[in-house]
């Protein structure tokens, strides 16, 4: 393998648009090698992210777009054999390498990889212990799965001994079936929660179990393991751990709880009880500019790692005063005619509800209306169905979009949205269903009113509906 750290490279990103291979190339062009890539689908943020680090993206696959032939190609994970660019990569012999392998010796290897994994709330619990370090002045590196507003980037090359990185479980290229997680030479975790996810590539939940597993058995012994003590499939994984465990979570059996929890418009006020520490110093108090009870759960992570490596309660409760979220989680597009429209990634049925729910505690006496476009490999099957119904339970209505790539799922296999309405609409929830975005607008344009609360879920740009429903208002 060439040393990208010492000889500028021509580096051709096949499918830069994906958040961390977008994150890789911007790292690289910061290091001096001249990026280039393509893909299919190029939608902010990272297509905007790409323009201002003036790295150049060509729209669609080709062969031609590997002309002038580059000294190494970064493979995304969503192609896959008969993709026009790896066909020619094979056939030309080029120097190819997927992006988690890249990260790993270029940028991980040598430093104190902190690694956060988990179904839900990686790229939250990414950002705020990537401020909370930065805060503490260790200049950690990092690699998050979106765009930090504290730093409005996602990614950065730093001067420090610590790389933070969230660590996905989805696979690695065509070619590593591996999940990308095993090859962040984790030395300290936190794993947040397992649930069934990734129907594409995981058979099933003993399947994401294995492969957790299998990732526990690289911390060595005197690294760190920040644990979910609520989550009955995290208890079961850690079974396979070598290295010292720290449970946290708000069950009496977690050596970290938080207590007395305060949500309010501005966020989340709560007692952090650490057993672990003498009684006088057992319980502080933290407040947090989030919303949603599994917001303070990811916390908890934080303040574990951040304590273990020095940082004090006083810098971590200042990082959180000063941590400006994530974009796509929670986000404020805008309020037009007092109606708030809200952007948030979630797209499996317990983060659709834990962000309806965090949504609703923010704004405890608006009319919330929740827009959702089953998009991933998961939300468009059925297996999560009557999941998916429970996690509205807190909207006041719901509109759903038809599933993504319906004509490419068996019937039987398909998210049933009939039945999904007319649950709700039995339990005195309306629901509706709108094949086109501009039939959502018109909707909302004709039925919002002063005060209500629009919260719209994607994991796609959803044909932009966020901008074009503030423009109609």
């Not at 026009?84 to 988690?100: G, H, N, R, T």
């Not at 805060?135 to 930090?148: D, Q, T, Y």
């Not at 001067?159 to 095993?182: C, H, L, Q």
């Not at 916390?299 to 940082?311: F, K, P, Q, W």
Request: aromatic share 8%; net charge negative; glycine share 6%.
């Amino acid at each position: 393998m060439s040393p990208l750290n010492s000889n500028k490279k021509v580096i051709h990103f096949t499918g830069i648009c994906g958040t961390g291979m977008a994150s890789l190339a911007v790292l690289l062009k910061l290091r001096g090698h001249q990026v280039r890539g393509s893909d299919e689908n190029v939608y902010p943020p990272m297509s905007d992210f790409l323009a201002q680090n003036k790295i150049t993206v060509q729209s669609g696959f080709s062969a031609k777009n590997l002309d002038p032939e580059p000294d190494l190609v970064v493979i995304g994970n969503a192609l896959s054999r008969g993709n026009p660019e790896v066909e020619a990569v094979l056939e030309s012999k080029l120097s190819y390498i997927s992006m988690s392998e890249l990260l790993k010796e270029y940028f991980i290897r040598g430093k104190t990889s902190l690694v956060v994994s988990g179904t839900h709330g990686k790229t939250t619990t990414s950002s705020l212990l990537a401020w909370v370090f930065e805060s503490a002045e260790k200049a950690p590196g990092f690699m998050i799965g979106g765009i930090a507003e504290n730093f409005k980037a996602s990614c950065r090359d730093g001067d420090g001994s610590y790389f933070i990185i969230e660590g996905d479980e989805y696979d690695t290229a065509f070619f590593d079936k591996r999940s990308k997680f095993f090859h962040y030479l984790p030395d300290q975790l936190i794993l947040n929660n397992l649930e069934f996810d990734h129907a594409d590539i995981f058979d099933s939940l003993a399947d994401i179990k294995k492969a957790f597993r299998l990732m526990l058995r690289l911390i060595p012994r005197n690294g760190l393991i920040a644990a979910n003590g609520d989550d009955v499939n995290v208890q079961t994984v850690l079974e396979s751990a070598y290295s010292p465990v720290v449970k946290f979570g708000f069950g009496k059996t977690s050596d970290v709880r938080a207590l007395n929890l305060e949500t309010s418009e501005s966020g989340t006020a709560f007692e952090v009880e650490d057993k672990r520490r003498k009684e006088s110093e057992q319980v502080k108090k933290f407040e947090l500019k989030l919303s949603g009870a599994y917001n303070v759960r990811n916390a908890l992570g934080v303040i574990i790692l951040a304590r273990y490596n020095g940082i004090t309660d006083q810098t971590i409760q200042a990082a959180f005063n000063s941590f400006q979220s994530v974009r796509r989680r929670q986000e404020l597009r805008g309020e037009v005619n007092g109606i708030a429209i809200y952007d948030d990634f979630a797209h499996h049925p317990t983060a659709v509800r834990e962000t309806v729910t965090a949504i609703r505690q923010k704004h405890p006496g608006r009319r919330l209306i929740a827009v959702f476009e089953p998009r991933s490999n998961t939300s468009v099957l059925k297996i999560h169905q009557e999941v998916l119904i429970d996690s509205f339970r807190e909207a006041d209505e719901v509109i759903l979009t038809t599933p993504h790539r319906l004509a490419q799922i068996p019937v039987e296999q398909r998210l049933e949205v009939p039945e999904v309405l007319k649950s709700l609409n039995d339990d005195k929830i309306p629901a509706y269903v709108f094949p086109e975005v501009t039939e959502i607008i018109e909707h909302l344009k004709t039925n919002c009113r002063s005060g209500d609360v629009v919260l719209i879920m994607s994991n796609g740009k959803f044909d932009n509906i966020h901008q074009r429903l503030l423009e109609a208002l």
